[in-house]
């Protein structure tokens, strides 16, 4: 497994060589991690600064991809010569976990003396609300395998007076003896359900505080900052542009009424190659019109 626990993050990316077979691609998938976490891209060993950054979830990372296949990969292949491209994205994180590792980068970067990153963009997509509350949903997802070890997640809520207020969990959501009974697996589903319900609540609004976070970090470092809205549903899209808008946060849509047939998706709802390049080519589109002037340097 290429994840590894880290009890700041939760868990983070193991640096190292994997292959193995998706059954997704029908396939073998080589993915590679860096040794500051990031997976392997085109130019990884160039003396081209590393100007722009990429944080999210496994749509980021490429789960189930080989390194070659991520739109990240396909943004640097595009950039060659001007910027360089560091992906950050990994499996489960949501916005709370992908500020963490932001800020943990940054402060990297500082203590070093190295350039901050030119740009910083966060792929955003629906299932990062529950991630973000450590809602029961997410949690159980998290739950390890009879006998396995426990995840922690990192997570955030709203206190009384609407301020963030955030924390680590336990997924530890299933009962062992649910293992063996069906009517305790129920009363454990209801029990978790009914006690970790005030979770589900108020994702929208936590979830905006942390990219309002990202976002100040980023302008803290210098950097540009900008949100890539992607599978998001139309509710969720249109409130979030609402957000971004008011908040003066810059946002591109990427996402694609198409991305959910055989031809741009993985059996499991992942982007398959080919979707990741339409997401590179919507990137590079937002990031020569609106970021990178005519002269190749940031605005």
């Not at 590679?32 to 081209?48: C, E, K, P, Q």
């Not at 970067?109 to 997410?138: C, M, V």
Request: include cysteine.
């Amino acid at each position: 497994m290429y994840l590894e626990p880290d009890v700041h993050l939760g868990w983070r990316h193991r640096p190292g060589f994997y292959e193995f077979y998706s059954p997704f691609k029908h396939g073998n998938a080589v993915m590679t991690f860096d040794r500051n976490g990031s997976r392997r891209n085109i130019l990884a060993t160039s003396t081209v600064p590393a100007a722009l950054w990429l944080f999210g979830c496994s749509f980021v990372e490429g789960f189930s991809l080989s390194n070659e296949e991520t739109f990240a990969w396909d943004l640097a292949s595009r950039f060659k010569g001007e910027y360089a491209v560091v992906n950050f994205g990994t499996a489960g994180y949501g916005t709370y976990q992908s500020l963490l590792l932001m800020k943990q980068k940054l402060q990297e970067q500082s203590a070093l003396g190295l350039i901050t990153p030119k740009w910083i963009g966060y792929l955003l997509n629906d299932f990062h609300e529950p991630r973000n509350t450590g809602a029961y949903s997410f949690m159980r997802l998290l739950s390890p395998p009879k006998g396995g070890k426990i995840p922690l997640l990192p997570y955030c809520k709203l206190d009384r007076e609407g301020s963030l207020s955030c924390d680590y969990a336990a997924a530890e959501v299933i009962w062992s003896i649910s293992w063996y009974s069906r009517v305790v697996a129920l009363i454990n589903e209801a029990y978790f359900t009914f006690t970790l319900r005030s979770r589900n609540q108020n994702g929208e609004t936590v979830t905006g505080q942390l990219i309002k976070q990202m976002h100040e970090l980023a302008q803290g470092a210098n950097s540009r900052f900008g949100v890539i809205l992607f599978a998001l549903s139309a509710e969720k899209k249109a409130n979030y542009e609402r957000f971004l808008r008011g908040a003066g946060i810059e946002f591109v849509d990427c996402d694609r009424e198409e991305r959910l047939s055989p031809e741009f998706s993985l059996p499991d709802g992942h982007p398959n190659a080919a979707m990741n390049k339409l997401i590179a080519q919507c990137v590079d589109a937002y990031l020569r019109t609106s970021v990178i002037s005519q002269a190749g340097g940031i605005r």
